[in-house]
């Protein structure tokens, strides 16, 4: 009884700090996209539009978890291994293996509950699946692969090119090179080890399994005849940053070729790579499109970034300053600013600089913009 009275007496003490969480986390991914609990992963998270963006690199950003279970953290005191990894810009690396780093059998893991803060327990983000949308982070299982018949799997299913993948093989159901007469099924299951032999957009660029690409090509093997190949895309393929490919193409081999896997009825294995949604170009508007010092000036932004929760503007003219916060949601923010009653005494004035901010501290916008002059 004395243990539950203390739960409860932590979690009412803490409720004030999550209260405080500020900004959604703007993607999270691990490396591998599939893992197995007791082998280690890289968890990465984009703060952009947290409080922890451009957070300080002596400030540090660390984990604070509850599930799968208690690892027994400090708070204000973490230890090395919940602290994360500064990649670069609001990028962070969270590096563990965990099964040990919850005390939980491998088996029992599902997911990941927690939240982001700074080293002294500050700047708080979360991921859970209480967000909106949830965002915590889920163990892709292997129940699909080994089904009967499965044989190739891949997660996450809309991935990208910039992105770690991971394509599951069940070499157990794989196809030989030949089906003619009786094709022999499953022979690559043992093979010494497998190897991909892969290519992009009906192998127009390809990666071959050959002495000097075993490291590269070389699957993990997972257990029971199941392989895993991680990679990401363009990093992979060489591909070029404006590159968009359409489709992956692959066969599976031993690094010597004396195994073979390929597809039902002995065909190259094909994934269509997602198409990817383009995000809208922010829009930036005035009205009016030309004004005095003695108008109602309305700034619109439309179409914001995932991460912009929120603008402030800071107005000078002269030496006049004008400071205020956009009202609305992400989709569209505005202010109005009543230059009229803000400039009366602002003397004679020919422009103002309009600097626009948003909730990282970004400058989204800087303008020179010049007055209509009014006859006396």
Known sequence: MKQQKFTILIAALLLPLLSLAQGRIFEIWTQPAVFNADEEVSFFFDLT??????????????????YPGDPGETWGNPSEVSQLTHVEGNVWRWD???????GVAPGDIDAF???????????IVLFAPDQDPPNHI??????????????????????????????????????????????????LATAPNVHVHSGIDNWSVIVENNPDNLAKTELTHMGDGIYRWDFIPREYFGLADDY????????????????????????????????????????????????SKKDILCIIRSDN?????????????????????????????????????????????????????????????ENDIPLVQLND
């Not at 509950?113 to 700047?123: E, I, K, S, W």
């Not at 992956?248 to 949604?277: H, L, M, R």
């Not at 989709?331 to 004679?348: C, F, H, R, T």
């Open 49 to 66: 539009g947290t409080d922890l963006a451009e957070v300080a690199e002596e400030q540090g950003v660390c984990v604070w978890t509850w």
């Open 96 to 102: 563990l293996v965990p099964s040990e780093f919850y």
């Open 113 to 123: 509950y927690g939240q982001l803060q700074t080293h002294a327990g500050n700047n």
């Open 138 to 187: 889920t163990m892709y299982g292997l129940n699909t692969i080994k089904e009967d018949g499965a044989i190739l799997d891949y997660y996450p299913k809309q991935f990208s090119l910039d992105r770690p993948v991971s394509v599951l093989l069940n070499a157990n159901h794989t196809y030989p090179d030949d089906c003619s007469g009786d094709p022999a099924i499953g022979e």
């Open 244 to 291: 968009v490919a359409t489709s992956i193409n692959a066969v599976f081999a031993s690094s010597d070729w004396a195994y073979i896997g390929k597809n039902v009825d002995c065909t190259d294995f094909f994934i269509e790579v997602p198409e990817q949604e383009e995000m809208p170009i922010p829009e930036l508007n005035f009205f009016p499109s030309k004004f």
């Open 305 to 365: 970034e995932p991460y912009v929760t929120s603008l402030e503007y800071t107005i000078t003219a002269g030496s006049k300053t004008i400071t205020g916060t956009f009202e609305g949601s992400n989709s569209k923010l505005s202010a109005y600013i009543n230059l009229a009653g803000e400039l009366k005494d602002a003397g004679n004035i020919d422009k103002i600089n309009v600097v626009l901010t948003d909730n990282t501290g970004r400058t989204v916008s």
